[in-house]
């Protein structure tokens, strides 16, 4: 008798719905969507694959009037000549090493902030945290120069330390918010078994709350690596030493679109290779983007 | 789950019970709390306040010896400045067509993505959000190369359909669409926010509404729309703030000159250029202030619109 019910369910479901629409009236919607999808797709791929395409080419085959997006022979030779420079060699090794620091400081006082706001009780916490969710709508150019002015003072200026130090302090509010939101999802007896047991908050962070936490972390990680990786603003006005330079530094100092004749391909060829980590780290990782923008995305 | 539930609610018997527990949390929670709050401290509120007393003096690191309050030179200066009024203007012809983007176009392919029964939508989602992650050095430079007038690819196209070879990057009139398509192709963060509140709409209320009759557009405008109106909110926030900020993608295509005629001269140009290229801290403070100003106008203006259209359901507060 119950497997006999099971199955009539859905069918008698499906014919209770009076409303259901004729089957060409959802065929003729679904090709419109799959159509505008389609074009959709085109305009955020085909981008990069010029990119990809243009680094393959010779200086000619750029300006060809032919449209071919790759070129009979790939010239690998863009690709030694970017690598050969050793201005690009100097800019990966700071870009990699700026990032490092970065991350290391900013995740760890993230973590840190992140259980004040979801596993400990105290007074003024939610007026706090409402103040830090302000910051996120202060532009931070309000701040800029007065900071600048400080860490030139310090003679930090041009240096790392102005990019790196700053993280150790909880940089970046809607990351604390993402951390926050995922820490408080944790059942509480934890904590408070292990409180029983004699652990300190301390311990309770270390070893209950932030292993449990790891999927969060590796969101906020992720998101502050291509953050970092793609920093222009703050590169330009602290690293202004050519030993210094970043990436983005690097690839924007490097070409002038205002002149001729414009180097495409090695713009293209230095792009893919700026390009590449981000990517791989995106296509490694790509559930924690959409599990990360979950967590703050149902809330205003 | 069930035993979560109920230890959460006894959990404030304990908190009562146990008050030295309590008093013992109130410290720990601000060792915790201790690297945020320097951090706002140094790096934000000090900042902030010093960079109120700069806007009212002369103050330019190459020349240390002549900071002086200046009797409010650089409020004067604001009006006299032949630059402020391009950037300004120029800041809000960019704003008036890239704010509406920014909130239709991720609503629109979210909505897309939305659609019941999709087939391929993961691989549809990662396509849309991956230029977001293109850094935006690079993505400026894709730009430059895929709208350039004579070698472009898009020109190429419109010129084989007879529709000529618009100068994207060099007419007046061009530059603002130009920049918002750079803009759009970025959209993929903002597109994937409003696709997970869509996905947190009950699906009881669709249906409940075609049981009453209600077509497409009546469901959108009735039921997705205020469902996920705090995050559109949300979003549009971000969007004003991060049109004071744009920075890049003009820096690089114009080398930060302005062309055309201060076209791109943004806000956050002009900040720069007075700042660190001039480093007149001074005027460049008070640049700063003025956009703050601004932005916390616009910010209040949005929060007091909010009531009229942000839909917050029951107990759904953060």
Same mark, same amino acid.
């Given at each position: 008798?119950?497997?006999?019910?099971?199955?009539?369910?859905?069918?008698?479901?499906?014919?209770? =719905?009076?409303?259901?629409?004729?089957?060409?009236?959802?065929? @003729?919607?679904?090709?419109?969507?799959?159509?505008?999808?389609?074009?959709?797709?085109?305009? *955020?791929?085909?981008?990069?694959?010029?990119?990809?395409?243009?680094?393959?080419?010779?200086?000619?085959?750029?300006?060809?009037?032919?449209?071919?997006?790759?070129?009979?022979?790939? $010239?690998? #030779?863009?690709?030694?000549?970017?690598?050969?420079?050793?201005?690009?060699?100097?800019?990966?090794?700071? #870009?990699?090493?700026?990032?490092?620091?970065?991350?290391?400081?900013?995740?760890?006082?993230?973590?840190?902030?992140?259980?004040?706001?979801? &596993?400990?009780?105290?007074?003024?916490?939610?007026?706090?945290?409402?103040?830090?969710?302000?910051?996120?709508?202060?532009?931070?150019? %309000?701040?800029?120069?007065?900071?600048?002015?400080?860490?030139?003072?310090?003679?930090?200026?041009?240096?790392?330390?102005?990019?790196?130090?700053?993280?150790?302090?909880?940089?970046?509010?809607?990351?604390?918010?993402?951390?926050?939101?995922?820490?408080?999802?944790?059942?509480?007896?934890?904590?408070?078994?292990?409180? @029983?047991?004699?652990? =300190?908050?301390?311990? @309770?962070?270390?070893?209950?709350?932030?292993?449990?936490?790891?999927?969060?972390?590796?969101?906020?990680?992720?998101?502050?690596?291509?953050?970092?990786?793609?920093?222009?603003?703050?590169?330009?006005?602290?690293?202004?030493?050519?030993?210094?330079?970043?990436?983005?530094?690097?690839?924007?100092?490097?070409?002038?679109?205002?002149?001729?004749?414009?180097?495409?391909?090695?713009?293209?060829?230095?792009?893919?290779?700026?390009? @590449?980590?981000?990517?791989?780290? *995106?296509?490694?990782?790509? &559930?924690?983007?959409?599990?990360?923008?979950?967590?703050?995305?149902?809330?205003? | 789950?069930?035993?979560?539930?109920?230890?959460?609610?006894?959990?404030?018997?304990?908190?009562?019970?146990?008050?030295?527990?309590?008093?013992? $949390?109130?410290?720990?929670?601000?060792?915790?709390?201790?690297?945020?709050?320097?951090?706002?401290?140094?790096?934000?509120?000090?900042?902030?306040?010093?960079?109120?007393?700069?806007?009212?003096?002369?103050?330019?690191?190459?020349?240390?010896?002549?900071?002086?309050?200046?009797?409010?030179?650089?409020?004067?200066?604001?009006?006299?400045?032949?630059?402020?009024?391009?950037?300004?203007? #120029?800041?809000?012809?960019?704003?008036?067509?890239?704010?509406?983007?920014?909130?239709?176009?991720?609503?629109?392919?979210?909505?897309?993505?939305?659609?019941?029964?999709?087939?391929?939508?993961?691989?549809?989602?990662?396509?849309?959000?991956?230029?977001?992650?293109?850094?935006?050095?690079?993505?400026?430079?894709?730009?430059?190369?895929?709208? =350039?007038?004579?070698?472009?690819?898009?020109?190429?196209?419109?010129?084989?359909?007879?529709?000529?070879?618009?100068?994207?990057?060099?007419?007046?009139?061009?530059?603002?669409?130009?920049?918002?398509?750079?803009?759009?192709?970025?959209?993929?963060?903002?597109?994937?926010?409003?696709? %997970?509140?869509?996905?947190?709409?009950?699906?009881?209320?669709?249906?409940?509404? &075609?049981?009453?009759?209600?077509?497409?557009?009546?469901?959108?405008?009735?039921?997705?729309?205020?469902?996920?109106?705090?995050?559109?909110?949300?979003?549009?926030?971000?969007?004003?703030?991060?049109?004071?900020?744009?920075?890049?993608?003009?820096?690089?295509?114009?080398?930060?000159?302005?062309?055309?005629?201060?076209?791109?001269?943004?806000?956050?140009?002009?900040?720069?250029?007075?700042?660190?290229?001039?480093?007149?801290?001074?005027?460049?403070?008070?640049?700063?202030?003025?956009?703050?100003?601004?932005?916390?106008?616009?910010?209040?203006?949005?929060?007091?619109?909010?009531?009229?259209?942000?839909?917050?359901?029951?107990?759904?507060?953060?």
């Amino acid at each position: 008798m119950a497997t006999l019910t099971n199955t009539d369910l859905p069918t008698t479901n499906r014919r209770l =719905n009076p409303f259901k629409p004729a089957l060409s009236m959802i065929g @003729i919607g679904k090709g419109m969507i799959y159509a505008a999808l389609l074009l959709a797709s085109a305009f *955020f791929l085909f981008p990069l694959v010029w990119m990809i395409g243009t680094s393959f080419k010779t200086i000619d085959e750029v300006g060809q009037s032919q449209l071919r997006l790759f070129p009979e022979t790939l $010239q690998w #030779s863009n690709y030694s000549d970017i690598i050969n420079d050793p201005a690009f060699g100097l800019a990966y090794g700071n #870009s990699v090493f700026v990032v490092m620091i970065v991350l290391f400081g900013t995740v760890l006082s993230i973590c840190f902030v992140a259980f004040a706001f979801s &596993r400990l009780e105290w007074r003024g916490r939610n007026i706090v945290f409402a103040m830090m969710m302000a910051t996120l709508m202060l532009p931070p150019q %309000a701040t800029l120069i007065p900071q600048y002015v400080l860490f030139n003072w310090l003679e930090w200026v041009p240096g790392f330390n102005p990019i790196t130090i700053p993280g150790f302090f909880a940089g970046g509010a809607s990351l604390v918010f993402l951390l926050r939101q995922f820490m408080a999802t944790l059942p509480k007896d934890l904590d408070e078994a292990a409180m @029983i047991d004699g652990a =300190n908050p301390i311990q @309770i962070w270390w070893y209950v709350v932030m292993p449990l936490s790891r999927p969060a972390v590796a969101t906020i990680t992720v998101f502050l690596f291509v953050g970092q990786w793609n920093n222009l603003f703050m590169p330009l006005i602290y690293l202004k030493d050519a030993a210094l330079t970043t990436m983005p530094v690097y690839v924007a100092g490097q070409y002038n679109l205002n002149e001729s004749p414009i180097e495409w391909h090695y713009i293209m060829t230095a792009s893919v290779l700026f390009v @590449i980590p981000v990517m791989i780290v *995106f296509i490694l990782t790509q &559930r924690y983007f959409t599990e990360g923008i979950s967590l703050t995305g149902t809330k205003g | 789950m069930d035993i979560t539930k109920s230890s959460s609610s006894s959990q404030v018997k304990v908190k009562e019970k146990t008050f030295s527990l309590y008093r013992r $949390q109130q410290l720990w929670g601000w060792v915790f709390l201790s690297p945020w709050i320097i951090g706002l401290f140094a790096f934000t509120i000090m900042p902030m306040l010093a960079s109120l007393v700069f806007s009212f003096m002369d103050f330019k690191l190459t020349e240390p010896d002549a900071i002086k309050f200046n009797d409010f030179a650089n409020y004067k200066k604001l009006l006299v400045d032949p630059l402020l009024g391009p950037a300004l203007s #120029s800041t809000l012809k960019f704003a008036l067509i890239a704010l509406p983007l920014s909130i239709i176009v991720p609503i629109g392919l979210a909505a897309l993505l939305n659609s019941k029964y999709l087939i391929g939508r993961p691989i549809f989602r990662t396509l849309f959000y991956m230029p977001y992650i293109v850094p935006v050095v690079s993505s400026a430079y894709i730009w430059g190369g895929v709208l =350039n007038t004579d070698t472009g690819w898009l020109n190429r196209i419109l010129f084989d359909l007879g529709l000529g070879k618009p100068n994207w990057l060099f007419d007046i009139n061009l530059i603002y669409p130009a920049l918002n398509i750079i803009g759009i192709w970025g959209v993929g963060n903002a597109m994937l926010i409003m696709l %997970a509140s869509m996905q947190g709409v009950p699906t009881e209320l669709y249906e409940a509404a &075609r049981v009453d009759g209600a077509n497409g557009l009546t469901i959108f405008r009735r039921i997705t729309f205020p469902m996920i109106s705090p995050v559109v909110f949300y979003n549009l926030i971000i969007s004003v703030i991060g049109i004071f900020r744009y920075f890049e993608v003009p820096y690089i295509l114009k080398e930060g000159t302005g062309d055309p005629n201060n076209a791109t001269l943004f806000y956050n140009i002009h900040l720069y250029k007075n700042a660190f290229a001039q480093q007149d801290m001074g005027y460049g403070s008070t640049l700063a202030w003025l956009m703050f100003v601004i932005a916390l106008a616009i910010t209040l203006f949005l929060f007091a619109t909010a009531r009229y259209w942000v839909y917050y359901g029951s107990g759904e507060q953060a």
